[in-house]
């Protein structure tokens, strides 16, 4: 083999992983949008449209059946914040509407703007479960040291799988300042 030919194989070669670099980059920034209208079409990771608001729900509760639901909290990145449910689970019926509440800080000596991502496990329960309130539907102000008690009202669906008797729902608090600042200014924030 020539010395020339091994150059044209070495740069065709180069040439080859660059673009496999691009498309790894390019795939990446895609998989995020793509991840998430997975899960909203799907139920993936207990988010769907179910967790949406439900201002049409009546309650029909089956006395016959008892479902634990588990409540979690954590704050994104470490944040200087208290999150927590005032009780860690509780027993519902299905069809029963249900008001649990939680319990945050902000314990910064500056206002931040917090909103809470729900998710529901497992995965095939979260079409069942209907919110007619919920501190995740708005972004939440808090002053500096401020302390909220927010509620959530909810209903497990009687249609909900007999196999599940235990539902978990979570909350990631996010902080959402910058954003917010952003939104009420008109402009983008820098990503």
């Known amino acids: 083999m020539s010395e020339d030919a091994g150059r044209k194989g070495a740069r065709r070669g180069s040439w080859k992983l660059a673009g496999v670099v691009l498309f790894m980059f390019g795939f990446g920034f895609a998989l995020v949008p793509l991840y998430g209208a997975i899960c909203q079409l799907t139920g993936l990771n207990g988010k769907n449209a179910g967790m949406l608001v439900s201002a049409d729900v009546k309650e029909q509760v089956d006395p016959n059946r008892t479902v634990k639901v588990q409540?979690?909290?954590t704050v994104n990145g470490g944040r200087v914040w208290s999150f927590s449910a005032e009780?860690?689970?509780v027993e519902v019926h299905p069809g029963q509407l249900v008001t649990v509440y939680f319990d945050a800080r902000n314990q910064q000596d500056q206002e931040v703007v917090g909103q809470a991502v729900p998710s529901v496990a497992p995965w095939n329960a979260a079409r069942h479960l209907h919110k007619t309130e919920c501190f995740c539907f708005n972004q939440q102000p808090f002053k500096a040291n401020e302390a909220k008690r927010m509620?959530?009202?909810f209903?497990?669906?009687p249609a909900l799988p007999?196999?599940?008797d235990t539902v978990t729902l979570s909350y990631t608090f996010f902080d959402v300042t910058e954003?917010?600042?952003h939104s009420r200014a008109g402009d983008k924030p820098n990503s």
Do not use: I
């Open 71 to 73: 409540f979690l909290t």
């Open 87 to 89: 009780q860690p689970a």
């Open 151 to 153: 509620p959530v009202r």
């Open 155 to 157: 209903m497990l669906d």
């Open 162 to 164: 007999a196999d599940v």
């Open 179 to 181: 954003l917010a600042q």
